[in-house]
């Protein structure tokens, strides 16, 4: 039986990036606001020591600051004909744990999705006709534009410093940016990274081949920077312990160097950890929430009743949590009916290896989202017309790393041991460029989440059920970028390559990439989307569901960029609208 | 204001003075910002304990002394005492029952706060609510147990008496002579004690250590005190913990987080100009060891190794995140104890509202040893424009063993 606790104004389920940047924004109004977290606390100055930080073994490997498959996991399966079983070890993708979540350990890449991509369905078919759809997508355009968003974009940028070079200012292309992105109001706070070896070569190869190389927008920020808040950080070291890893140099945006300085100080804040939410707890007609449920860590249970509810955890546990709760009607494929769980989407990779022979690249002088990309096969800038695909992705010539456990890179044919492995990893390690793919992935009938018929969490919970694997669609864009890719690392001066291929079914072992995407999706008819444009529940008007679980399938880059904007974007109305006149923002 | 209304607010105006001993919310409030300019809350505070309800235990040379209940719990507090008592504790150092307070206590400072402003102060403590908080009061060990005893203390280094304002100086430097030498009791920490625990009047804020920190020289000397830093660099930093050289930790940064972060600028200006104005003091730099000496190319290679990924190459550090090192007064204090505390024990510099960014130097006390600190700080003395003496592997031992066996 749980006790109940006070009410609050506002409830947050989880404490990441979305979570903090809705905790600070409310708080400072005044409201009451609680964030519950099931992980543990996280601080840079306690946690992220600099004498311990860079630590392979511990975060790279053995994954420290990652979720638990005991305290959550998912099944999975490739398609409905199978029966899904459960992940007993992240590995496809590797979801975050604690406070800042996948905030603290991610690379850092930081994407404002193109204009187009946001009325993709209707985009290719005015350019391509219906016939370039591919078979059962569930494709649909963004219920907000890219002009509708770009102040929010903006927000998110300046709140995490973010190092770039502008492509196209209130409508002016500018050279070394990117061509191909949308108007921004003004320059990135921060100017880009300084580019290695590698990416000297890849932007002069590129740029010979027609290309628009520019240096990629980083959250490891180039110079030190104080963002709106008052949040300082310092430069990035180019250390290369980034993914998985915490910064200890204050130098990648996290919810720990942009928000958490001031939201600890807001007296109207409280964050409790190692909570984990159970359900949102619904009125009888199930129109409303009346705030939540979660056990303590000592395993207690508590009723915290607030007038408005905000899911801001990772995406896939945001829609589980509306599964578990009765929140909008799940998704079933073979009606294709329902909405909680529809448009699952993901990231496919693609891209070539090259390996030089008088090359010294120094792989270990990087950050994890230094780099010089292209954009030029990303989403419908260039001419799909008999390419038989949908999408793209960012082309990138980068190292996050040249760490000395993961990353000994060896020519194809050299044994896997041994004193042969040992002297190809030796004469390797220097010689080695990568062009890698941030692909796009469509949405599809077939590709959901729902909640598994069998396996149950220890708190006797239905667990998640995954069931995807890449379409025809993604196998085409992704073999066909592998081979503009290999073109780019042949005109970089490599003597061998090697094309990346999506071969087999998808496979939940070998980590890929963690954009996880949809399930929640936002649109503008609630039979095809669980949130409306401000990320509001359809169904429960006191519920908004924040993150990348609102895409309604992805595009070509990484999500962070967009998950921020969107979070700003609810945030506005959220301020400027909802809590005026509390209920629906947009009547169905 | 309406018309309707005036008349009745120039009658509370005329009414004011006969209402102040009953509702005395100017001088309250007025009385809250001195007590954030004396920092009383610092000591009158256990951790973790109601505010001003007392009990921390304050370490001195001559034992530990617990500090008293300033709420007016009648029992326990100070809700018995009149304005007249409260005044004669601040001005005299003596209790209302006659007894001494030890100067552990800053009575020889808060002589000189005037008594409008003892008075205000002592009208906001009556605000608080009352906790019942009773503190041992007679820890000190024999013979500083005897209380009496202070009276020849005070006849040796207590000089009673009110502020008296410099007629030469301006009116900024008035005020800021007022409240440094005052209700700042600066001194207290920054001015060099003798054997028997007195500040030395003859080197007025001329560094001090305490509790194994540097309390640096505050005269305006270029190379160890505020010589370098421009008036509004002083105010920067004691309004938001840091400025272009450095950031607060320890007890100065909870000197910011509690008082000076809430003064008013125009009172932190004054306290810079007063500080930059009345002189300079302090040793002459000695010449500094040439990059060839064994403890400078050894104390470079644990530096490039260990430090400059934050404090850069050149010593020149990251604004509001990481502190310059070349040419940082605290750097090169004769007394090195803060900077080997730091290495080993590492530090988090203050949060306040205009910089919530809390950076940590971590602890490496766990990978350095005695000789390898004393040389990384041996470096960092004495080079890029910096001069110290050297700091030996002994002064890091006794810094090391104080930190561990916690006194």
């Given at each position: 039986m749980s006790r109940r606790l006070p009410r609050k104004a506002v409830v947050i389920v989880g404490l990441g990036w979305t979570g903090s940047i809705m905790a600070y924004e409310l708080a400072k109004t005044g409201l009451d606001v609680v964030a519950i977290e099931r992980g543990p606390w996280r601080d840079t100055a306690s946690d992220f020591n600099i004498g311990t930080a860079a630590d392979e073994l511990r975060y790279g490997i053995r994954l420290d600051l990652f979720l638990r498959t005991k305290q959550e996991t998912i099944t999975a399966r490739n398609n409905m004909s199978q029966t899904a079983l459960p992940i007993r070890r992240w590995g496809a993708f590797l979801p975050g744990n604690g406070v800042g979540g996948a905030g603290v350990h991610w690379n850092g890449q930081t994407w404002r999705f193109l204009p187009d991509d946001f009325r993709i369905r209707s985009h290719m078919i005015e350019r391509y006709g219906e016939k370039i759809m591919p078979a059962d997508n569930t494709i649909q355009d963004w219920p907000v534009s890219y002009d509708e968003l770009e102040s929010s974009y903006d927000r998110f940028e300046y709140l995490a410093g973010i190092s770039g070079k502008a492509g196209n200012l209130r409508g002016q292309i500018q050279p070394g940016g990117n061509p191909f992105e949308g108007a921004r109001m003004r320059e990135f706070p921060t100017p880009p990274l300084k580019q290695g070896y590698a990416q000297d070569l890849f932007t002069k190869a590129a740029a010979e081949k027609g290309l628009h190389p520019f240096p990629r927008p980083s959250a490891n920020i180039s110079t030190a920077y104080t963002n709106p808040y008052g949040c300082s950080m310092a430069p990035c070291t180019y250390c290369g312990f980034c993914e998985r890893f915490g910064c200890a140099n204050y130098s990648k945006s996290t919810p720990q160097t942009c928000v958490l300085p001031v939201l600890m100080r807001e007296p109207t804040f409280e964050a409790r950890t190692e909570c984990e939410v159970t359900k949102v707890n619904l009125s009888a007609d199930g129109k409303r929430a009346t705030g939540v449920t979660y056990v303590d860590r000592n395993g207690e249970e508590w009723e915290q009743p607030a007038d408005l509810v905000l899911l801001c955890a990772y995406g896939l546990f945001n829609v589980r949590m509306m599964l578990l709760s009765g929140i909008g009607k799940p998704y079933d494929p073979n009606r294709n009916e329902g909405v909680v769980g529809r448009n699952y989407a993901y990231?496919?990779?693609?891209?070539?290896?090259?390996?030089?022979?008088?090359?010294?690249?120094?792989?270990?002088?990087?950050?994890?989202?230094?780099?010089?990309?292209?954009?030029?096969?990303?989403?419908?800038?260039?001419?799909?017309?008999?390419?038989?695909?949908?999408?793209?992705?960012?082309?990138?010539?980068?190292?996050?790393?040249?760490?000395?456990?993961?990353?000994?890179?060896?020519?194809?044919?050299?044994?896997?041991?041994?004193?042969?492995?040992?002297?190809?990893?030796?004469?390797?390690?220097?010689?080695?460029?990568?062009?890698?793919?941030?692909?796009?992935?469509?949405?599809?009938?077939?590709?959901?989440?729902?909640?598994?018929?069998?396996?149950?969490?220890?708190?006797?919970?239905?667990?998640?059920?995954?069931?995807?694997?890449?379409?025809?669609?993604?196998?085409?864009?992704?073999?066909?970028?592998?081979?503009?890719?290999?073109?780019?690392?042949?005109?970089?001066?490599?003597?061998?390559?090697?094309?990346?291929?999506?071969?087999?079914?998808?496979?939940?072992?070998?980590?890929?990439?963690?954009?996880?995407?949809?399930?929640?999706?936002?649109?503008?008819?609630?039979?095809?989307?669980?949130?409306?444009?401000?990320?509001?529940?359809?169904?429960?008007?006191?519920?908004?569901?924040?993150?990348?679980?609102?895409?309604?399938?992805?595009?070509?880059?990484?999500?962070?960029?967009?998950?921020?904007?969107?979070?700003?974007?609810?945030?506005?109305?959220?301020?400027?609208?909802?809590?005026?006149?509390?209920?629906?923002?947009?009547?169905? | 204001?309406?018309?309707?209304?005036?008349?009745?607010?120039?009658?509370?105006?005329?009414?004011?003075?006969?209402?102040?001993?009953?509702?005395?919310?100017?001088?309250?409030?007025?009385?809250?910002?001195?007590?954030?300019?004396?920092?009383?809350?610092?000591?009158?505070?256990?951790?973790?304990?109601?505010?001003?309800?007392?009990?921390?235990?304050?370490?001195?040379?001559?034992?530990?002394?617990?500090?008293?209940?300033?709420?007016?719990?009648?029992?326990?507090?100070?809700?018995?005492?009149?304005?007249?008592?409260?005044?004669?504790?601040?001005?005299?150092?003596?209790?209302?029952?006659?007894?001494?307070?030890?100067?552990?206590?800053?009575?020889?400072?808060?002589?000189?706060?005037?008594?409008?402003?003892?008075?205000?102060?002592?009208?906001?403590?009556?605000?608080?609510?009352?906790?019942?908080?009773?503190?041992?009061?007679?820890?000190?060990?024999?013979?500083?147990?005897?209380?009496?005893?202070?009276?020849?203390?005070?006849?040796?280094?207590?000089?009673?008496?009110?502020?008296?304002?410099?007629p030469q100086r301006s009116e900024e430097y008035n005020r800021g002579a007022y409240l440094v030498e005052g209700l700042g009791h600066c001194g207290a920490c920054h001015t060099p004690l003798n054997a028997l625990g007195a500040n030395k009047a003859s080197q007025p804020l001329q560094a001090n250590r305490i509790n194994d920190w540097t309390a640096p020289n505050l005269t305006n000397d270029a190379r160890l005190g505020l010589g370098s830093w421009s008036v509004d660099e002083v105010v920067t930093y004691l309004r938001t913990g840091r400025n272009a050289t450095g950031q607060a930790s320890g007890p100065m940064g909870e000197v910011i987080a509690h008082s000076t972060s809430q003064m008013p600028v125009a009172d932190l200006r004054a306290m810079a100009i007063y500080l930059k104005e009345r002189g300079t003091a302090g040793s002459t730099a000695p010449s500094p060891l040439p990059a060839s000496d064994a403890r400078m190319r050894t104390g470079e290679a644990i530096f490039i190794d260990t430090c400059s990924a934050c404090h850069t190459s050149t010593g020149a550090g990251i604004a509001n995140i990481f502190p310059r090192l070349a040419k940082n007064p605290v750097v090169q204090q004769d007394d090195p104890a803060t900077l080997v505390r730091v290495v080993l024990a590492g530090a988090r510099a203050v949060a306040t509202a205009a910089a919530p960014t809390a950076p940590a130097m971590p602890s490496l006390g766990y990978r350095l040893n005695d000789e390898q600190v004393a040389a990384v700080l041996t470096y960092v003395r004495n080079s890029w424009g910096n001069a110290a003496e050297a700091v030996s592997s002994a002064d890091v031992q006794r810094v090391r063993k104080v930190l561990v066996s916690g006194k």
């Open positions: 990231q496919c990779g693609g891209g070539a290896t090259g390996y030089f022979e008088d090359a010294k690249f120094n792989p270990f002088a990087a950050a994890g989202s230094l780099g010089a990309a292209a954009d030029d096969y990303n989403s419908d800038n260039f001419d799909h017309g008999g390419l038989g695909f949908v999408g793209g992705g960012s082309m990138t010539c980068a190292y996050t790393n040249g760490r000395p456990i993961a990353y000994h890179p060896v020519p194809p044919g050299t044994p896997n041991w041994g004193s042969k492995w040992k002297r190809a990893v030796r004469d390797t390690y220097q010689r080695v460029a990568n062009v890698g793919v941030q692909g796009s992935v469509m949405s599809y009938r077939g590709c959901y989440l729902d909640l598994d018929p069998t396996y149950k969490d220890p708190l006797g919970r239905p667990l998640m059920r995954m069931t995807f694997d890449y379409q025809d669609n993604e196998r085409k864009m992704s073999a066909w970028m592998s081979e503009r890719s290999n073109e780019v690392v042949k005109a970089m001066g490599a003597k061998q390559t090697q094309m990346s291929r999506l071969n087999g079914p998808w496979s939940v072992v070998p980590y890929q990439t963690t954009h996880n995407t949809g399930g929640a999706v936002m649109g503008s008819n609630p039979k095809t989307s669980a949130v409306n444009r401000y990320l509001q529940s359809w169904d429960v008007p006191n519920v908004f569901v924040m993150g990348a679980s609102a895409f309604p399938q992805n595009a070509g880059y990484n999500p962070t960029g967009t998950v921020g904007a969107l979070t700003y974007w609810a945030l506005d109305a959220i301020v400027g609208q909802y809590l005026k006149n509390p209920g629906a923002l947009v009547q169905a | 204001m309406s018309a309707r209304w005036g008349w009745l607010a120039g009658f509370l105006l005329l009414a004011g003075s006969a209402w102040a001993s009953e509702d005395n919310y100017v001088a309250a409030t007025r009385g809250r910002a001195l007590a954030i300019a004396g920092d009383c809350i610092a000591c009158h505070t256990a951790p973790g304990g109601v505010p001003f309800a007392g009990g921390l235990p304050l370490e001195t040379p001559f034992g530990t002394i617990m500090t008293p209940n300033l709420t007016p719990d009648e029992a326990t507090g100070i809700g018995r005492w009149t304005v007249d008592d409260f005044a004669r504790a601040m001005h005299e150092g003596v209790r209302p029952d006659g007894r001494q307070l030890y100067p552990a206590f800053p009575y020889p400072f808060y002589t000189k706060v005037a008594r409008a402003d003892v008075e205000a102060i002592y009208a906001y403590l009556r605000t608080l609510d009352p906790v019942t908080s009773r503190v041992d009061r007679d820890t000190m060990p024999f013979p500083f147990n005897i209380r009496a005893a202070m009276s020849g203390w005070n006849s040796l280094f207590f000089t009673p008496g009110a502020f008296k304002p410099d």
